[in-house]
């Protein structure tokens, strides 16, 4: 009998099928062509309706014969109106292509434009822009479960992210290069970084919401600046909206690692941002009354929800000519950090000696974005950008072997300022462009009162170390960066199709760096006791604050970290640009000068306690691009970069370890590299792609760090040019939308090698000597830092316009890569290869507002750094192995949730 009924059901519902009438077709932009996604399709006659998908695509089902009107209409677009003839059992096939609306007022004329931060914007920058390029949409950073830009970055094909202590992406790798190699921009202007030794710049600073795309170019034209061997990351900001527009939004979370483990943290409020020499003069003797103790007190508890908030809004107004946008953005959020350090070595029982350390993190986020827009007249435009950014995290670090306690209590806080104004002016008559800018950056960092307390434990008790029991180090620098830019361009028509456009200009920029550092050292003393320096928890303190110390009279104020910093680099360029129907060909030559300089704050005897580098470099370029058909390119460049040596590398600092020292190098060059790039492009509708892409870099006097050797038996761990190296490499990208989902996926394999020199340790074969063991020098070819050799993304996109729900499910996978270079021969220390799940949902409730739900790190894969198996570990027993080789940490940072509510008035 139920098969009878089962029968029935189904030869109900194939006659069903079979008499019904569908209505299917696809709206576009009646310009560009692009899908309209969201644009609603309705039969006027019985109120029957559906919106468009992903693809622009629609589907009416089960339409009754008979004749209809059919309109569509989209935001922004005339709304149009056709006719239709539905026949019995059959499919109908119906385009439609609008038009924008567009109004004349007064001298200026206003077109109401598809938004840049759409998914068919970024497509299309990626297909018509001059260099290769990839393209996130603001659209896209919304939905992702990514808050902030580094985070973002991973999605990029050829990314590599290095993180931070809390699990969170901060510095990005490109194509296999080391983020010296390459620089940060803010609306197209260079930034400072708050680094106190380097240039490149911590992404994790950015709030992703404030910005309208992210992009991210990998090849170079002469109109750019030329340390970008790796590539540029620009962060264009929120633009003026055509009409009036206020976004808000509120979550909140939790890390999951609180879920079974307590947060610890201390009073930051209490830190003197001034150590006592700075306070008081560096002949000033410290004493222990010029120390807070309040900071000293570290509490225990429950982590509070993670909080984030933003907000925008804009408008026009002056009959559009002016425009303003204000945006912010607030993150609170509490991070864990689980990890395990193995050591090689073993206690008295024979086991392993494990250290387990965990990271309490307080990060806040502030990020304020402000830009005015005016329009003078035809053609004629003023532009100012305002931006700030402020990273603040507090961290309470416990480290804890068996025999051996450190707690770290750090305080940072780092601040970027950037505004710009910039002016086009479009001489019609002339046939002349003008384009301006004048820009001011301020980086600032600091970590006032970084205390490390370092304690025993012997047979169960913890006590403070008599020789080293504390330290308290003060840092802060600033960067300041002052630049102008100017470009002319003219356009010329040639014979045919052929167009050309001759463009020069220049810019130049003056940076004044200033680092400052110091640091002093605590005993435990407590002269009521028969042993002073004898300091038990539980017996003489219970909290860190409680804990009676003396201190050294003077700290180090002789530390190379006190320096001063110079560069004024000046640069010029023509560029010329000739394109048809078919082709386009951009060749250029930049000259790039530049003037480094270094000078240290306190002088010591012998030292070069200040110096410069002054040289000039000739940077030719050319790249083609050859359309197939309309929707193909093929791509092929070619250009000259250079990468300046860090801050810091060209200081003749010197430090001492117990097994080497470590110096400075003013006498360094800088690097130079050639750069090749092939891609192939397809774009079968507005939102898919398919690239395929090819890049080579051959580089001359890599820098790198290595051994050398010194006066007499010194050996010195240094800052060096390496000969040459190579770096190549395979990129995927391939993007595909359908009706209500989509795929997007990428894949970038990258090879590289340099050669260094490293200390190779062996038996020795003289029998009579008094050493086992010798030492000698080799040279080893390895991959460059930080690179990875397999890098993919996968996500699974979900758009139900009709319900109103958005979805992502997107995964992240980044092989072994290189992570710290050892000064020996075959004990490097790699991260293992690294997969990340994350996931996002939104639903539109109604009158602009929108749920959200972000889930990131599902998988809660360990970061494990190890050292490959060599001929000296795979001889130790009883220790932690991966892949052969030697586990020497493992961190586990938790799964992260957040849920909230958008609102957006448009």
């Known amino acids: 009998m139920s098969r009878f009924f089962i029968g029935l059901f189904f030869l109900s519902l194939h006659v069903s099928i079979a008499h019904a009438s569908f209505v299917r077709g696809k709206v576009t932009d009646s310009k560009t062509g692009e899908a309209l996604v969201g644009s609603t399709i309705f039969l006027k006659e019985i109120k029957m309706g559906t919106i468009t998908g992903l693809d622009g695509s629609f589907l009416l089902k089960n339409v009754p014969s008979g004749q209809y009107r059919i309109v569509c209409s989209f935001l922004s677009y005339e709304t149009a109106e056709k006719t239709l003839t539905v026949a019995k059992e059959t499919t109908e096939t119906i385009n439609f292509s609008l038009s924008e609306k567009s109004s004349e007022i007064q001298e200026v004329t206003v077109t109401s434009k598809s938004s840049k931060s759409s998914e068919v914007s970024a497509r299309q920058s990626e297909r018509y822009a001059d260099q290769v390029i990839n393209v996130v949409s603001a659209k896209t950073i919304e939905l992702s479960p990514d808050l902030t830009v580094a985070n973002v970055m991973q999605r990029v094909s050829g990314v590599v992210l290095e993180r931070s202590s809390s699990g969170e992406g901060q510095y990005a790798i490109l194509r296999g290069m080391d983020k010296r190699f390459n620089y940060s921009m803010v609306n197209g202007m260079k930034i400072p970084s708050p680094d106190n030794k380097n240039r490149f710049v911590p992404l994790d600073i950015?709030?992703?919401?404030l910005l309208d795309r992210l992009e991210v170019t990998k090849s170079m034209t002469a109109n750019m600046e030329a340390d970008a061997i790796g590539g540029t990351v620009n962060m264009v900001m929120k633009e003026a909206p055509a009409n009036r527009q206020v976004t808000a939004n509120l979550g909140s979370?939790?890390?999951?690692?609180?879920?079974?483990?307590?947060?610890?943290?201390?009073?930051?409020?209490?830190?003197?941002?001034?150590?006592?020499?700075?306070?008081?003069?560096?002949?000033?003797?410290?004493?222990?009354?010029?120390?807070?103790?309040?900071?000293?007190?570290?509490?225990?508890g429950r982590a509070l929800p993670n909080l984030t908030a933003g907000f925008s809004m804009g408008d026009r107004f002056f009959n559009k000519r002016l425009g303003f946008i204000i945006a912010g953005s607030f993150q609170n959020n509490f991070k864990g950090n689980s990890s395990d350090n193995y050591s090689t070595t073993t206690n008295s029982l024979g086991e392993q000696i494990i250290t387990h350390r965990?990271?309490?993190?307080?990060?806040?986020?502030?990020?304020?974005?402000?830009?005015?827009?005016?329009?003078?007249g035809p053609g004629h435009k003023l532009m100012w950008y305002n931006a700030y950014l402020d990273f603040r995290n507090g961290q309470v670090r416990d480290a804890i072997s068996y025999n051996a306690q450190t707690t770290r209590l750090r305080w940072n806080q780092q601040t970027i300022l950037t505004?710009?104004?910039?002016?086009?002016?479009?001489?019609?008559?002339t046939g002349l462009d003008l384009d301006w800018s004048l820009s001011y950056g301020q980086a600032l960092n600091q970590t006032p009162d970084n205390?490390?307390?370092?304690?025993?434990?012997?047979?169960?008790?913890?006590?403070?170390?008599?020789n080293d029991g504390a330290s308290r180090k003060w840092e802060h620098n600033s960067?300041?960066?002052?630049?102008?830019?100017?470009?002319?361009?003219?356009?010329?028509?040639?014979?045919?199709?052929?167009?050309?456009?001759?463009?020069?200009?220049?810019?130049?920029?003056?940076?004044f760096r200033s680092s400052f550092f110091n640091e002093y050292h605590f005993k435990p003393y407590d002269g009521a006791k028969a042993h002073p320096q004898e300091i038990i928890k539980g017996v003489d303190y219970q909290n860190y604050d409680e804990i009676k110390f003396e201190v050294n009279s003077y700290g180090n104020l002789s530390d190379p970290l006190n320096y001063e910093a110079t560069e004024k680099i000046g640069a010029a360029y023509v560029m010329g640009k000739a394109s048809s129907d078919k082709v386009q060909i951009v060749s250029g030559l930049r000259v790039e000068h530049t003037n480094q300089g270094y000078h240290l704050k306190f002088p010591t005897d012998g030292a070069r306690n200040e110096g410069n580098q002054v040289y000039s470099d000739v940077l030719p370029s050319i790249s083609l691009k050859y359309s197939i058909h309309q929707e193909a390119n093929l791509r092929i460049s070619y250009a000259k970069g250079i990468n300046r040596p860090s801050f810091f590398e060209i200081v003749p600092y010197s430090m001492i370890y117990e097994e080497y020292k470590e110096r400075g190098n003013p006498d360094l060059k800088h690097t130079i590299a050639h750069n090749f790039d092939f891609r192939y492009e397809y774009f079968p509708h507005p939102t898919d792609q398919l690239m395929v892409g090819i890049f080579y870099k051959r580089m001359l006097h890599p820098i790198e760090f290595g051994m050398m050797n010194g006066f007499g038996q010194d050996i010195y761990y240094m800052p060096m040019n390496f000969g040459n190296a190579s770096n190549y490499g395979i990129e995927l990208d391939y993007m595909r939308f359908f009706s209500w989902f989509g795929v997007k996926a990428n894949y970038t394999f990258t090879q590289s090698g340099i050669t260094t020199t490293k200390i190779r340790v062996k038996e020795n074969p003289d029998p009579n000597s008094e050493t086992n063991i010798v030492t000698e020098y080799v040279n080893q070819t390895r991959p460059l830092f930080g690179q990875a050799a397999n890098v993919a993304n996968f996500s699974l996109l979900l758009k139900d316009k009709h319900h109103g729900w958005d979805g992502q499910l997107a995964f992240s996978y980044t092989g072994d890569r290189l992570c710290i270079v050892s000064r020996y021969l075959d004990q490097d220390?790699?991260?293992?290869?690294?997969?990340?799940?994350?996931?996002?949902?939104?639903?539109?409730?109604?009158?602009g507002l929108t749920f959200f739900a972000k889930a990131s790190n599902l998988l809660d894969s360990p970061m494990i750094q190890y050292v490959r198996k060599n001929s000296v570990n795979q001889s130790y027993a009883g220790v932690e192995r991966f892949k052969q080789g030697i586990v020497e940490r493992k961190e586990f940072?938790?799964?992260?949730?957040?849920?909230?509510?958008?609102?957006k008035l448009q």
């Open 451 to 466: 205390v490390q307390i370092n304690a025993l434990i012997i047979n169960g008790i913890t006590s403070i170390d008599q």
């Open 206 to 209: 950015f709030p992703s919401e």
């Open 479 to 511: 960067d300041d960066d002052w630049a102008g830019y100017a470009n002319l361009t003219r356009s010329l028509k040639m014979g045919g199709s052929w167009r050309m456009d001759l463009s020069t200009g220049g810019m130049y920029r003056d940076k």
């Open 829 to 847: 220390s790699w991260q293992a290869g690294f997969l990340q799940l994350d996931a996002s949902v939104e639903k539109r409730l109604g009158s």
């Open 893 to 903: 940072y938790g799964q992260n949730f957040m849920i909230g509510i958008r609102y």
């Open 419 to 429: 505004s710009t104004l910039k002016g086009t002016d479009r001489m019609g008559a």
């Open 358 to 376: 965990f990271f309490s993190n307080q990060q806040t986020r502030i990020g304020l974005h402000a830009k005015l827009d005016y329009q003078l």
């Open 253 to 300: 979370g939790y890390n999951a690692l609180f879920f079974h483990s307590d947060n610890q943290s201390f009073d930051a409020g209490s830190i003197q941002l001034k150590s006592p020499s700075e306070r008081y003069g560096l002949a000033y003797p410290v004493q222990m009354k010029d120390f807070t103790l309040e900071n000293l007190h570290v509490k225990s």
